[in-house]
């Protein structure tokens, strides 16, 4: 077999290999040696077939089976003897022409084919002790546990009906049918939903509408979509609402006891005070994660400049785009409503995408020579998580992760890159900071990787979300009175 390389520039690298037909016939020769004793063919008794008749009668087959195997096994054995590691799977290319094929088939020409391919770059380590973090700590006292508790209660508040006008704070039960230009639309309407006043759950002017009304009483309101509404249909548009109001309830006083514990199914005020400070402090300890995370990675991109596969950072920029793009269009909006051009935009988070890339090699280099490893207990709770996030479609979820090429590794990937992070930060100087939450929750665009890329577009929100280390959400909060359910899960 020969190997030559014909292609060296950058990281692309094109290897042209061939194998004589000399060497591809006695593969296939002793294949059929192998199988002779074992064939049954009619007219020759076991092992006594001739060998001439068994080559016409198997032998291309056998000799595809061979072109099979040498384009699956030999590319990764070839890069391994060249100490190279391809970015993406390399692209193969053989002859096309089908009477080349057939002499290939028949031994009669050197079965030839070419891997293209980008190498991983060699990554020099550097030393990571210089790099230097803040860690941001917020002191959660008991008023802001207080606090959310009191907003777990009244999300379990009970409402007792009463009679005469609806106020602010009382749950109202209403029927209703939106329309637009007179014609109902779809999601304007429901029965039987319950809506608490000032909860800002419905479109603004919606619930201010319902103060004052009682029981009984029928109203057409008339609002106003916002204009970023996700449904493109409605946004900016006015529309109406018939409002029968069939019950007024006021609401419940609520105290932190034993009994609300009780209620949330804990055995006292106290463990429920336990356990709502963790959620606080697992909340607040997530963003100082992302942020402390922030600082290594725009530190180490200072650290490390090197040419990156195209292959790989194009893959990446489609990812953003696709959501860029996707975020746009549920938004409504255009790149010039962001003050941008798509022009510009794609500039931006290729760069972005180029960035993502060059410090995922870095990352894995660093995780690499530390000997971090993803065990398989940690593969199965990262399934587990994703079965759990589609109730009633685990079985299509484990079949996907079973049968599909590089499943695994999109689970596998975060979280060898968090333990990367942990192996850093006993490496690095981490100091302290004790901050206020409104301090620890700011978006600090000061940083160098958040500043280049909050120029991009949308600057907003899509961006925002482009950034997977933002965590930010771009849905509207404020959505039509749908279904009742989608009304509940709104508020929450």
Known sequence: MQVIETLAEGLKREIKVVIPAKDMEAQMNERLEDAKGRV??????????PFA?????????IMAELVNEIVRD???????????????????????????????????????????????????LKDNSGIA??????????????????????????????KGKAADGDRVTIDYLG???????????????????????????????????????EKVITVTFPADYPAANLAGKEATFDINVKDVAAPADVEINDEL???????????????????IESQ????????????ILDQLDEMYKFDTPERLVEAEFENIWRQINTDLQQSGKTFADEDTTEEAARE???????????????????????????????MQQSLYQQLRQFPGQEKQILEYFQKTPGAAASLRAPIFEEKVVDHLLGEIKVTDKTVSKDELMADDEAEGSEKETKKAAPKKKAAAKAEAQDGEDAAPKKKAPAKKKAAEGDAE
């Open 74 to 124: 030999r590319p990764s054995a070839i890069l391994s003897e060249r100490g190279e590691k391809s970015a993406t799977q390399p692209e193969i290319a053989m002859t096309e022409d089908q009477a080349e094929a057939e002499k290939i088939l028949a031994g009669q020409a050197d079965f030839e084919f070419t891997l293209s391919y980008e190498v991983i770059p060699a990554i020099d």
């Open 179 to 217: 329309k637009v230009d007179g014609v109902p639309f779809d999601g304007g309407k429901d029965e039987d939903a319950e809506l608490v006043l000032g909860s800002n759950r419905f479109i603004p002017g919606f619930e201010e509408q319902l103060v004052g009304l009682k029981a009984g009483d």
């Open 40 to 49: 049954r063919i009619n007219g020759f008794r076991p092992g006594k077939v």
């Open 53 to 61: 008749h068994l080559k016409k009668m198997y032998g291309k087959s």
């Open 348 to 378: 931006e988070y290729r760069k972005l995408a180029e960035r993502r890339v060059r410090l995922g090699l870095v990352l894995s280099e660093i995780g690499e020579k530390a000997g971090v490893q993803v065990s398989d207990e940690e």
């Open 133 to 162: 973090v803040t860690r941001e700590v917020v002191e959660v006292d008991a008023a802001e546990v207080d606090e959310q508790i009191l907003k777990i209660a009244e999300s379990a508040r009970s409402y007792e009906t009463k």
């Open 261 to 279: 514990a009780k209620k949330l199914g804990l055995e006292s005020a106290d463990k429920l005070r336990e356990i709502v400070r963790g959620q």
């Open 284 to 295: 607040y300890g997530s963003v100082t994660r992302q942020k402390v995370k922030r600082q």
